[in-house]
């Protein structure tokens, strides 16, 4: 199993380095979605306390539409820009963003996994023109299956 935690200790020790991470990180599901490995692509470098990161990220994504519980399959493209606090305190938030740091240590996988999580969009639909499932017979109507009459 590939090691996702990225040593930032010299960047935060004051260096004007950049660290560039480019890695192919494998994504835990997430409420029903799963994601093929993602591509992640960062530059960082540290200014005082703060860590600053930018980059790309790109995966696919699969789920349920939420009208047809038809197959969903697209591309992701995340623009990553993120200032970290650095300092132990923030460190200590479970819900802070810079959860993703232990010490000196970034967890690149949690970081990607929390920024393809936030931009799998509500309302996951096959298409905008889905028509969803008959409520009578239960069949998909964007096949053109179902046969019943509705009333209007």
Known sequence: MASYKVDVGGLLAGGRQRLVVDQQVELEPFEGVTFEPARVHLEMHATGE???????????????????????????HVDVDEQLDTGPEAQKDPFGASNVLTGDRLDLK??????????????LLCGEDCKGICPVCGENKNTGACTCVTET
């Open 50 to 76: 703060v860590l600053e990161i930018a980059g790309t990220l790109d995966t696919e994504f699969h789920g349920e539409c939420d009208r047809c519980l038809g197959e969903v399959a697209r591309e992701m």
């Open 110 to 123: 949690d970081l990607a996994t929390q920024l393809v999580c936030s931009a799998i969009p509500l309302g």
